[in-house]
């Protein structure tokens, strides 16, 4: 049928997915760029970006993940304060409200009902909306105010790849357009960072063989997994998490290197896999004896470094880019470990149990 033209030579969607992020961020960079080769966006969302004291990012799943590098980046880049809410939760319990918010929701398929019921209840209270989302004409897109589209191309697999990083990509673009247009001077040419990162994940697309070996040492007959970081890398974490118990089955946790004697400490035992995520010089020590702290209790360690920043018998370094912009590359392993996890263990990669592409009930 038309599902298996689509899917060519690849076994399964997910990978094909995953294998076309670089052209993805090759396809978003050109289709923000104007004659000039500058990076824009619409002029109204700039506008509404500068005319509120805080913005609001409204999400589930993958594209909460998302929603909280964005902020990160809108924060360092435009200094405009930033708050990001899981759909559902914001839904019933409505933080307090500065006196001019702009929501962002970002949603892949543009249909979550848990984002549009908070949509249609911010609209009623006369707010503007912009919709990030891979689907032009989707409900979310039609009901927003303004919509930025990812231009991901269709993603099939349940578990969302190519979305996550486009996502992250508009986010860059949307903080550093805003950013200029506020005369903020930014210490990045953005259209050449981004560029880097297409060539990085084409690097890592091609080491297949790594993760799948990683996989298969780290992964094959465990019950559950860790995955630490600070910074950037925990949120990093927390995608990579999901991404394993969604189609692994493996009972995954991400969390915050310093929060780990804090609780998740007592759950590592003689041969529990941690996958530890170091591409912030900041707090790259830290994270190292966190490392130290789980490998002392029989943790099973599996260290993603970046290029600089690596230690003799780290697991895998991935090549260096532009420190803000790490969680675009970083996430392309555990992507690919979490899809070899699942391989190994005879899951359905695509189609995994209990869950839907798109949520249209709340
Ligand atoms: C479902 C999917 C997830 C996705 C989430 C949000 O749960 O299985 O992969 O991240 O919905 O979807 P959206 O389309 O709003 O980004």
Redesign the pocket.
């Known amino acids: 049928d038309a599902s298996d033209i689509e899917k060519g030579t690849y076994p399964h969607y997910m990978l094909k997915e995953i294998d076309e992020q670089p052209l993805v961020m090759r396809k978003i960079i050109q289709s923000y760029q104007d004659e000039q080769g500058a990076l824009t966006i619409d002029q109204e969302i700039i506008q509404a970006m500068n005319n509120a004291d805080r913005i609001y990012i409204i999400?589930?799943?993958?594209?909460?993940h998302a929603g909280l590098v964005g902020k990160q980046f809108i924060e360092k880049m435009t200094k405009i304060p930033v708050e990001v809410h899981i759909s559902s939760e914001f839904g019933y319990n409505m933080p307090l409200l500065s006196e001019k918010p702009l929501f962002i929701f970002?949603?892949?398929?543009?249909?979550?009902a848990d984002?549009r019921a908070v949509l249609v209840n911010i609209k009623e209270m006369g707010y503007k909306a912009i919709t990030m989302?891979n689907v032009p004409g989707s409900t979310l897109s039609r009901e927003a105010d303004y919509t930025l589209l990812l231009h991901a191309g269709p993603e099939i697999a349940?578990?969302?790849t190519k979305?996550y990083t486009a996502q992250l990509a508009v986010l860059a673009i949307l903080a550093a357009v805003t950013a200029k247009n506020r005369g903020i001077e930014l210490r990045l040419d953005l259209s050449r960072e981004l560029g880097i990162i297409a060539n990085a994940m084409e690097v890592l697309c091609d080491e297949k063989e790594e993760f799948e070996t990683i996989a298969r040492g780290f992964l094959s007959v465990t019950r559950n997994a860790f995955f630490i970081g600070r910074g950037l890398d925990f949120y990093v974490g927390l995608e990579g998490a999901l991404k394993l118990k969604?189609i692994s089955y493996i009972q995954a946790e991400g969390f915050a290197g310093g929060e780990l004697k804090h609780g998740t400490i007592a759950l590592i035992e003689e041969g529990t896999p941690v996958i530890a995520l170091a591409t912030q010089e900041s707090v790259n020590l830290n994270l190292r004896s966190n490392v130290q702290e789980v490998a002392a209790r029989g943790a099973n360690t599996c260290i993603i470094s970046m290029k600089g920043l690596e230690v003799e018998g780290d697991t895998f370094v991935i090549p260096a880019v532009h420190e803000l912009l790490t969680p675009l590359v970083s996430v392309i392993p555990l992507q690919l470990i979490s899809y070899y996890a699942a391989l190994h263990r005879d899951c359905d990669v695509d189609k995994p149990r209990n869950?839907?592409?798109?949520?249209t009930v709340e």
Do not use: D, F
Not at 59 to 64: D, L, N
Not at 355 to 359: G, N
């Open positions: 999400a589930a799943g993958t594209s909460y970002i949603s892949q398929s543009g249909e979550t984002s989302t349940v578990a969302s979305a969604e869950l839907a592409k798109s949520v």
